[in-house]
Structure formats: C-alpha cells, structure tokens
C-alpha cells in the first residue's frame, strides 16, 4: 500500500497567509485530499459548451471545423435566448440517479455552459464525459428547438465538429482541458496532456495558484504512471508541497525577498534558506575557496531547488511582463545552482535538460509555438515529471500578451466557464481544506 509519510510542513497562500499547519505530507496526495481527488475528477467530467459560437455557426453553415462551409444547410436558432431550457434538458440527459454529482450551469447570460458529467458514466474510459455531454447536447437542441429528424444531421455536426473523421472533433461546441485519448504518448499521461495557456485562463492569470493547479495534475499523474511508488513518492509530495503548495512559505519568501533582485539573486537566497536549515552543509573546501555542499536528504534538497525555480520564474518574468524568458530562466537556475553547490539541480537535472529541448522548439529554428501551448505530455517537455511545466504555467500567467499564443486567444473559453469551479480558481485553498478535513 502506498506509504503514509507523517513529516509535516505548514501551508500558505499565494500572499503568504498561513492557511493550515503542521499538515502531514500523506494528506496532500493525490490519493487521499478529497480537493485533489475532487479536482482531478472536474478535468476528465467538465466540458465547456461555446453556446453562442454554435449558434453562429448553425446560423452561417459553418460547421465541422475551420473553411467547412457547407451552403444550404443554415439553420437560424435561438440557442442562447433558450439557454436555460437546453441546459435544463442537458443535465436530465446526463443524470444517472438522482443526488448524483451532474452539475449543468448556465453562464455568461447564455452563451456558456457548464456541464459536469456524473462520475457514473464513466465506466473505463474518461473519454466517456467528453461523448456524454456532446449527445445529450446534440438531443438537447432537437428537443427544445423542434428539430426534425431531417435536420438532425445538422445539429449533430455543429455539436460534434468533425469527429470521427476527425479523431480531435476540430470544430467540437464542447471543449474540455484534457484532450483525446488518441493524443496521449504514454501510460498515465492524461492529467499531463493540458496545454499551459489553458490552465493560465482557468486560474484567470494568477501566476502561483496557475503553478499549483499545473503541478496538482502533474504531481496527479505521476501517481498513475507508476512514478511516485515505494521511496519515490516522499519525494514527488515534497516537490509538491514546496513549489506548488508554498510549503513553510517558502516560495513566497524567496520571491518577496528577491522582488527586486535578478535570477542569480533567487539562486543565492535558495543556497542561503538550505543552508540556515540545515538541508545543506558544508562538504568540502577547495583551493581555490569553492565550497562543495553535501545533504542528508537529497529529496528534500530538490524540493527547496524547485521552489527556487518557481521563484526565479516569477522574479524574471514579472520583471519584463514577459512568457517567452521561462525556458532560459529555468536553464541558468539549474546552472547556477548546481555551480553553487556542487549538488543536482531541480528535479536531478532533468529540468535543465527539458529546459534546452523546449527552448529550441520555442525560439530557435522550430519557432513553432510558445510557452503556452506546451504541456507534459509534449514531445519535448515530457522528461521533465512535476515541477517543469507549473514554471512554464506562471510565466503565461505574467506574460502580458506579448506572445502570439496568448491565453486569450488560445484558451478564453476555459477560462470563462472552467474558471468559475472554485477548486479551479483557488486550488491552494481547497487542498488546504481538503487537508484539513482528513488531519482530523
């Protein structure tokens, strides 16, 4: 059975308000926080239905994805004005037994919707809300419309874009944050398949609860791959619990005090925190007056380095209102503070080495994308498991649009429905909460 770590740490938020004390680190994984559980079961059950964006392409016959213009084939419906009545059928269609946790709420005076697929539809494949909520929205619009079963084709295709030709469903009225099965490279990888921009939108640009919910469905996910068993798992919730929790108010500590300093300075000051707790010490002294530090505990070492990442991130990316740094940010942190040291960087050296793959494909002669379109399932962010891309997720945060790929362009709708669940909004609170309620 999964160990049951009782070391503890204190946990604050993004100001650095204490939020609960002496939490112990069992009650931060994803095995047991009911917040962690409750969040992670929201991304594979919440869809976002684009209710006016259906409505204009019914209207204009462009259904089926980008230039699939089909003429003579419009349909003029009042979606959004009967909004209430189509969410109202949508949650009936959805509904397995009554109290269940179906959850269909109408948004933005009718053009979103929110539709929460009950647990119970989903039987092996999670893939199961995403086809749910598609039918019963399909079904949903002919009955509350009047849609005949001559037309029926039409409604099926400005819902369901142009699955299955499609496997992607391009064109899709329902979005949700993880993607199809099919784009999946590896076992455990769906909680990491969330491109960056849409977790930015969802936590409406707050760079260190963006960080914690990134990291809350990376840390997720290497539980179901199979990462965080035996020795291992004391180390990914240490991680956890210092870069995305704010652990002993670190992470807020190293950025305050460094708010108006450089990326070296949040090197130093992470050396300086390790060393006045002694998670550090003084190993060997060289000639030439280099100090080699050695540690007791490796796991908890990392964790300080990757609060230190997350830290340096903000300070360097807040400082020029800019995403597009966090590739080198996280390279040099690594450099320095394996320099500093002589000890591994940040996740053992693994996020240096992503942090030179993604720059490449960001920046150099691929050029195709941005930080925001990355995820943990990229080909070239993947090796990297748990603290790399909450860094890449904060600097989104900051950006002030200055990239192509903003999460205004790319993720609004994510941000407009899937930002009003509350554990979406203020992830470090509820696992907060959710760590109190199982500490009793």
């Known amino acids: 059975m999964a160990q049951k770590l009782e070391e503890k740490v204190d946990l604050y938020d993004e100001r650095g308000n204490l939020l609960v004390r002496d939490v112990p680190l069992w009650a931060i994984s994803p095995l047991r926080n009911p917040a962690i559980k409750k969040i992670v079961s929201l991304v594979v059950r919440a869809g976002a239905i684009d209710l006016a964006g259906l409505e204009t392409r019914l209207k204009t016959g462009r259904i089926g994805g980008k230039g699939m213009v ?19 059928e949508i949650e009936d269609l959805l509904r397995v037994e009554e109290g269940d946790d179906t959850e269909v709420k109408v948004l933005a005076g009718g053009k979103r919707i929110l539709a929460v697929c009950p647990s119970a539809r989903i039987l092996s494949d999670y893939s199961a809300a995403y086809t749910a ?47 199809v099965p099919i784009r999946n490279e590896g076992m455990g990888y769906v909680l990491r398949n969330i491109p960056v921009n849409h977790i930015a939108a969802t936590v409406r640009k707050r760079a260190i609860p963006g960080a914690c919910l990134s990291m809350t469905l990376e840390e997720a996910a290497c539980y179901e791959m199979g990462d965080a068993i035996g020795p291992f798992e004391r180390g990914h919730l240490l991680d956890f619990a210092y870069e995305g929790l704010n652990a002993n108010n670190l992470l807020y500590t190293l950025i305050k005090e460094n708010a108006n300093g450089t990326l070296a300075d949040v090197v130093y000051a992470t050396v300086e925190k390790a060393k006045a707790d002694g ?32 830290a340096a991130v903000c300070v360097n990316c807040a ?32 996020a240096q080495a992503t942090s030179v793959s993604s720059s490449f494909f960001s ?41 192509y790929f903003t999460p205004a362009r790319t993720s609004a709708l ?25 500490m009793k």
């Open 133 to 179: 909520i598609m039918a019963a929205l399909t079904q949903a619009i002919m009955d509350v419309c009047n849609v005949d079963m001559w037309h029926a084709h039409i409604i099926k295709a400005g819902v369901w874009g142009m699955y299955p030709q499609d496997p992607d469903a391009t064109g899709s009225a329902v979005k949700m944050l993880v993607d």
């Open 363 to 403: 920046h150099s002669i691929y050029g195709g994308g941005g930080p925001g379109v990355f995820h943990g399932n990229h080909i070239v962010t993947r090796h990297s498991k748990g603290p790399f891309i909450p860094c890449f997720t904060a600097a989104m945060c900051l950006d002030a649009d200055t990239l």
């Open 70 to 88: 089909v003429r003579g084939l419009e349909m003029d419906l009042d979606l959004v004005g009967k909004a209430d009545e189509i969410a109202k």
């Open 279 to 310: 998670v550090i010490k003084e190993k060997k002294k060289m000639p030439s007056g280099f100090v080699v530090y050695g540690t007791d505990d490796l796991q908890l070492w990392n964790a300080y380095t990757c609060a230190g990442l997350l």
């Open 414 to 438: 994510y941000g407009e429905v899937l930002g009003a669940i509350p554990e979406f909004a203020e992830p470090m609170k509820a696992i907060a909460e959710g760590a109190k309620q199982i």
């Open 319 to 350: 400082a020029m209102r800019a995403g597009q740094a966090v590739p080198s940010n996280i390279m040099y942190f690594c450099d320095l503070i394996e320099h500093e040291t002589g000890l591994p960087g940040p996740d053992y050296g693994r």
